[in-house]
C-alpha cells in the first residue's frame, strides 16, 4: 500500500497584501458601493438649492424694534387768542338776538350767554387772564376793573345801548347770582324769583357792604 503523503496547508498570512495573495480581492469601501466614488469636484457640481427667506421678512421687511419712536411726534398747537374770539362771538350772537327780539326777558339770553362764558373761566381758574385779553383784542380798550363780567359785556354788546351804568348793573346781577345761585337752577328763574335785576344788583351792592363792615 503507497504511503499517502499529506502536506500540511500553509496558513494564509492577513497581513499579506493582495497581491500576495492573489485568490483574496479586498472589499471595496461601502461609499464606493453605494454612491460611487467620493470627491469635491463631484460634490461642487451639485446645484445648491436657495433657502426661503421668512415670510415676515418678504412682507415687511426686517424688523426693528422703536421704528416708529424715531418718527417726530407733532405737538398740539394751541391758540388762545382764536378760543377767546369764538367764546365772544358766541355772546356776541346772543347780543343780536336780544336786539332783534321784542320782549322783557330777552335781556336774559344774552346776560345767561355772558354768565356762561365767564363761569367756565372761573371754573379753570382763568377768568381774570381772559377776560384781560378780550379787553386787549378791542380797538381803543379803556382800563377797566378787573370785572370778568363787566369786561365781557363791555366786549360784546353796544356800547351806545349797554352804557357805563347799565353794565355796572348787569354785572353786579351776574356777581350776585354767581355766589347765591344754585348750581342746578336756571339764571332767568333765579333772577326772577329773586325779585328781578334791580332786586338782585340791591342785594349784591348790599352783601358787598356788609362784607366790607365785617
Known amino acids: 500500500m503507497e504511503d499517502i503523503i499529506i502536506k500540511p496547508i500553509e496558513a494564509i498570512d492577513s497581513t499579506a497584501s493582495v497581491e500576495e495573495n492573489p485568490q483574496r480581492q479586498a472589499n471595496p469601501p461601502a461609499q464606493e458601493k453605494i454612491v ?17 427667506p421668512p415670510v415676515r ?3 415687511v421687511g426686517p424688523f426693528i424694534r422703536y421704528q416708529a419712536a424715531k418718527k417726530p411726534i407733532a405737538k398740539p398747537t394751541f391758540n388762545p387768542i382764536k378760543d377767546i374770539e369764538a367764546e365772544l362771538a358766541e355772546v356776541r350772537k346772543a347780543w343780536a338776538r336780544y336786539q332783534s327780539t321784542n320782549g322783557r326777558d330777552v335781556v336774559y339770553f344774552f346776560l345767561a350767554a355772558v354768565f356762561a362764558v365767564v363761569t367756565r373761566w372761573q371754573h379753570f381758574n382763568c ?3 381772559k377776560s384781560r385779553a378780550a379787553l386787549r383784542l378791542q380797538a381803543d380798550a379803556p382800563q377797566m376793573k378787573p370785572d370778568p363780567f363787566g369786561i365781557v359785556i363791555f366786549c360784546t354788546a353796544d356800547l351806545d345801548i349797554a352804557d357805563a351804568k347799565t353794565r355796572s348793573k348787569w354785572s353786579r346781577v351776574l356777581r350776585y347770582a354767581r355766589k347765591t345761585k344754585p348750581g342746578n337752577r336756571r339764571l332767568t328763574d333765579f333772577i326772577k324769583s329773586t325779585g328781578g335785576l334791580n332786586e338782585c344788583a340791591r342785594q349784591f351792592a348790599r352783601d358787598s357792604r356788609d362784607d366790607v363792615r365785617c
Not at 470627491?39 to 445648491?48: D, M
Request: aromatic residues 0%; charged residues 25%.
Open 127 to 129: 377768568a381774570l387772564k
Open 36 to 52: 460611487g466614488p467620493c470627491n469635491n469636484a463631484s460634490l461642487a457640481k451639485k446645484p445648491t438649492i436657495p433657502t426661503r
Open 57 to 59: 421678512k418678504e412682507i
